[in-house]
């Protein structure tokens, strides 16, 4: 178990440190309904992140996927990183902008806020791709149910910890953390392009270099 955690490293970093969710994240925080929003946010974030995975990890054990095929996918999740990684690259100097649902985030309530962290973390394709590669490398590790369980949790505990360790401390020090939240969020405002395109980039070699070793 400990060795597949380890090479689902690079997936759960990849997932950690997108941008968008993380902002999300800070501007519930900074809003008017923070405490509730932010952790209707951070729920539907975990959510969504445990059943994107679990739902690949069942597929992979259940359709008697080999190491060779998990492979496979993980080289063609890889090229896909990569190709948009460089896409990012090239435009990262243009004009930063956010969703506009962010503008309308002082009047969301708890379970729009779970919805759309829900959606963030599952259903965006860069996110998903992260999920489906680490559902795959569980599913096809031939552990226990129990060690099969276990690894999801810690996959889905690391991929999450930048959003849900925010709107918890939060709750603990509101006021001590406002300032460094409205710093962090300006600093990822002007660079999140920049950061998205070298962990793309970073993660797409990783994935291609681990599907290149499975079917060789």
Known sequence: MGAVIGDLLPMALGIAISPIPIIAAILMLLGRRARTTGLGFAAGWVVGVLAATTLFT???SSSGSSGTTAGWVKLGL???LLVEGVREWRVRSGPQSTPKWMAAIDE???????????ALAAINP???MLCIAAGMQIGTAAMSTGGTAVTIVVFGALASSTVAVPV?????AE?????????LKAWLDDNNKTVMAVLILVIGVVLIG???GSVT
């Open 210 to 212: 681990k599907g290149i």
């Open 168 to 172: 918890v401390a939060y709750q603990l």
């Open 58 to 60: 069942v597929l992979g």
């Open 108 to 118: 969301m309530t708890p379970l729009t806020g779970a919805g759309i962290g829900f």
């Open 78 to 80: 890889g090229v896909l």
């Open 126 to 128: 860069k996110n998903l």
């Open 175 to 183: 006021q001590r953390l406002r300032d460094p939240l409205a710093q």
